[in-house]
């Protein structure tokens, strides 16, 4: 009697990391980084930091540019979670709802930490869900993850 075995889903996601990185390194690099970097800002939940130092590393003539490129694609995928915020308006998540009184008493500046892992995205669909207001909460985390990456980079010019 054959034995139904669950699928490797931990060796299948590492092996598409890996899959990505690669990619990343190539020519398209900084399409790989941009698609990555969006996907990163929204539910899916993944370093696009990696994937940032693997294009440092492959095409270091670019650093700046795939600092703008992560820094502008993360942001969108950042709206497109706000964006989820202000149209699921029965949306309710325990994580979600515990820092409603901090984004509501903090308002847009709080978008800032939209890049924190484990916090960030709750923030952005919180404030969507509040209708605060989009272009603020734009600058605010534009700032937050500009920073970030260029931290980021940093270090990897650093070492």
Known sequence: MAVLMPPDWAGAALGMWHELLQSASGPGGLYVLAALSFAAATLIPFS?????????????????????????????????????????RHWQTPDAWRWAPQVRHWGAPITVLAWVPGIGD??????????????????????????????????????
Not at 127 to 153: D, E, F, H, P, Q
């Open 48 to 88: 696009s930091e990696a994937v940032l130092l693997v294009v440092i590393a492959a095409q270091p003539q670019h650093t700046m540019l795939a600092v703008l490129v992560a820094t502008a694609s993360n942001t969108l995928g950042g709206m497109t979670t706000y964006a989820l915020g202000r149209w699921v």
């Open 122 to 159: 709750a923030l952005v669909v919180v404030a969507g869900w509040l209708r605060i207001n989009a272009w603020a909460c734009a600058a605010w985390m534009l700032l937050g993850r500009s920073l970030r990456y260029i931290t980021v980079a940093g270090l990897a010019w650093a070492l």
